[in-house]
């Protein structure tokens, strides 16, 4: 499985790509703004040309790059940079502006870029022009299009215009909110994710970029997707700020039956931390982009999934109805947490997907892979819904997307802070849980509140909770005696007689 792991960031920027040209009915009626005209555009655009592009079987791309752009590798790319000057609205006094990522290293992928004003979109061409290339040389191209494009506001300062967001290989993209640094990424669709021979990256193909009004507090982007197996329309309204927003509008139209469909996806990276370090050699105490995955069901219960690293790949699902949201969260916020002087990982966003509307039944879905480091995405987190998405229909999701530090949900219940696992005496494993905030927060030091803790395999044994003086939290701690199981599904959590004090831990505890 580790082949899987160092190679899958290699498999997303290698994507795939669509010609807009000579594939009839609304596709063709769009095509004309290939020509350099202008074409209608309103809020069902994009869903039309999905439902077109559907409705035909799936054209595989061709990617080849021009021979001065084939074989450059990272050192020549880094310098082709974008002119900030030729940004997208720059000068106009708009809240945004736009800068496009040149094609070639890993990058092939083409993708195409309009502009939307006053409900016409007019395509925005390539040309080395918007680019400096110093110290190479400006290669012989033609329009060979952009690899994706990158959002820019006055995030941090009134008078600067900080990376605000990307869009750049398949369907990921990142954002960050005030203070943070980029991290984890989302992406449009997951199919068949954390099955190798099933696998199926989606990618999006072409964008448009509605103009900001004068003062507006969103700028609004659209994307159409593509693979063999489904096409799809995007609405992306993104507000920043000290969260920054996402409110996402999709709309799926499969081309076959999609069982292993990936709802609202976030693709992340935990190589340890101390609820994880065996055989780690490294001076930082903990390397991730997230720590845990939370959850808030449709029954109201919020829990905290511990990420691992595990020896073999691992699949979790969380079986829920009308989930009230998920998410990959960095809860480590201090920099003694990482000791990274130039990672930053405690600057890393977490991301909460609010669902809008009723997503019915179906679950959580949790995979995690092996990795040997700290460069390659190795957590991946998604909603599954219950039943197929059938082919040859429309499917509808929607939802907000939250970049930020922390997401409070249920302000009365304490949030896990910390886990950390080592040995006990007969090969027994000691979990300490460290907690914060909440009404367990408001309890004399010495209240004795429960500590309701179960294991599937094994037997938990000499469960305590207690003041934890140096952080001014509760900690729980227990021993797993595992006996001969190789895994066991562990679930903690503090009460009293008014019910729960804290959110529910969940561990999956492996040999």
């Known amino acids: 499985m580790r082949e899987v792991a160092v190679h899958r960031r290699e498999v997303i ?4 790509s669509l010609p807009m040209l000579s594939l009839g009915g609304a596709l063709e009626a769009f095509a004309a703004t290939t020509a350099g005209t202008d074409a209608p555009f309103d809020a069902d655009t994009v869903a039309g040309l999905a439902r077109a592009l559907a409705a035909r079987p799936y054209r595989q791309p061709d990617d080849a790059l021009p021979p001065a752009l084939a074989k450059i590798g990272y050192d020549q790319y880094r310098d082709y940079r974008y002119r900030a000057a030729r940004a997208l609205w720059a000068g106009d006094g708009l809240p945004f502006q736009a800068q496009f990522f040149h094609r070639g290293f890993l990058f092939k992928d083409r993708v195409d870029v309009y502009t939307v004003r006053d409900g016409r979109a007019t395509p925005f061409a390539f040309s080395t022009d918007l680019f400096d290339y110093t110290p190479q040389p400006v290669p012989k191209v033609g329009d060979v299009g952009f690899a994706g494009f990158r959002l820019h506001a006055p995030v941090n300062r009134a008078d600067h215009f900080d990376e605000l967001c990307s869009f750049l290989g398949a369907s990921y993209f990142r954002a960050v909110a005030r203070g943070l640094n980029y991290g984890l990424s989302a ?4 199919l068949g994710t954390g099955e190798p021979a099933a696998e199926e990256f989606p990618r999006f193909t072409t964008f ?8 507006a507090q969103a700028v609004v982007v659209h994307a159409l997707l593509d693979s063999p197996g489904v096409a ?9 700020g000290d969260e920054t927003v996402f409110d996402v509008d999709m709309r799926l139209y499969p081309r076959v039956e999609l069982a292993q469909a990936g709802i609202a996806p976030l693709t992340s990276m935990f190589e340890f931390d101390p609820s994880d370090r065996v055989g780690v050699d490294d001076y930082r105490p903990a390397v991730h982009d997230s720590d845990g995955l939370a959850m808030f069901n449709g029954q109201g219960e919020q829990s905290w999934r511990q990420l691992q690293n595990p020896a073999t790949l691992q699949h979790s699902g969380f079986q829920d109805a009308g989930p009230r949201g998920f998410g990959l969260m960095q809860r480590k916020r201090r920099y003694a947490d990482f000791q990274d002087a130039e990672a930053h990982y405690e600057l890393r966003p977490s991301a909460w997907v609010e669902p809008v509307g009723d997503w019915g039944e179906g679950e959580v879905h949790l995979v995690e892979i092996p990795t040997a480091d700290e460069y390659h995405d190795n957590i991946v987190a998604f909603w599954r819904p219950k039943a197929a998405l059938a082919a040859g229909t429309e499917h509808r999701w929607r939802y907000r997307l939250h970049w930020c530090r922390e997401h409070a949900w249920d302000p009365q219940l304490a949030t896990v802070a910390a886990t950390r696992i080592g040995a006990s005496h007969d090969g027994a494993r000691l979990v300490v849980i460290d907690l914060a905030g909440g009404r367990l927060s408001t309890l004399p030091d010495d209240a004795k509140p429960q500590v309701d803790a179960t294991a599937s395999q094994g037997a938990l044994r000499n469960p305590v909770a207690y003041r934890n003086a140096d952080t001014g939290g509760w900690r729980m701690s227990l021993e797993l005696h595992p006996g001969d199981a190789r895994v066991s599904e562990l679930r903690a959590r503090l009460a009293d007689g008014d019910g729960p004090l804290s959110e529910t831990w969940l561990y999956r505890w492996l040999a």
């Not at 920027?13 to 795939?16: E, I, K, P, T």
């Not at 448009?208 to 003062?215: D, I, K, S």
């Not at 799809?232 to 920043?240: H, K, L, M, V, Y």
Request: net charge positive.
């Open 232 to 240: 799809g329309a995007f609405r992306f309204a993104i507000d920043p």
């Open 187 to 190: 992406r449009g669709l997951a």
């Open 13 to 16: 920027l290698a994507g795939l």
């Open 208 to 215: 448009w970029l509605e103009r900001p009004a004068a003062g």
